[in-house]
């Protein structure tokens, strides 16, 4: 039964098993939910970028980097997403490791569809209820170079120096619109590649959506770069 449109979630499914993943992606897909389905962690840094994300469903037996470090990741970035864990491995120590990762949920293979199809519905509705109403239209995000403070609707957040310098760049952009290359110019030689500046820019989403900010506040475009997608008032 398809989920309420409130209900409904961006899933990222990492999975490098064909089929299972296969199976697996059309039993959250007919649930309603929106799901890119991938076979490693470095696809998920290849495909995802910025785009939002509420839930990730990942495999601990990955190619190159391994399931519990993405999810360690994956949870720094997205501190009130939902993350399930499905693994063959059914020891407490990796369980417990797991949950240490930033896991709500361990399950063990194998996996009934519908089970997860389930499990995710009640993460969905955890999730919808944390869900902060964004800011009023045209009311912008205040940013206080002098503090590093970012404010709306009576929040506020911490932002690091890379951050803000990121943001009112983007702010103040033509089409509040930049290449990679013009934001790793503008960190540094500290920057490192493409892939860093992809990390800091998750992280300053995800202090965005703190705020109130919506979903798509932050969005990578292919071949371009990055697009600020609210007003944002700089002092």
Known sequence: MPSSAAHRLHIVLVEDHDLLREVLREALAAHGHTVVALSSAEAVDDEIGTAPVDLMVLDI???GEDGFSLAARYRAAHPH???VLVSGRVSLGDKLAGYAAGADLY???PIEPLELGAAVAALARRIAAGR?????????LHLHMRTLLLQAAGKEVKLSHGEAALLSALARA???????WQLLELLGDNAGSKGA???RLTRLRAKLRQIGAPDDVLRSLR???????TPVQID
């Open 61 to 63: 037996n990955l190619p």
């Open 81 to 83: 997403g939902g993350l």
């Open 107 to 109: 399950m063990t293979k």
């Open 132 to 140: 902060q109403l964004p800011p009023e239209p045209g009311a912008p």
């Open 174 to 180: 033509p089409g509040q619109r930049l290449e990679a």
């Open 197 to 199: 500046l992809e990390v």
């Open 223 to 229: 071949n371009h770069g990055y697009q600020l997608c």
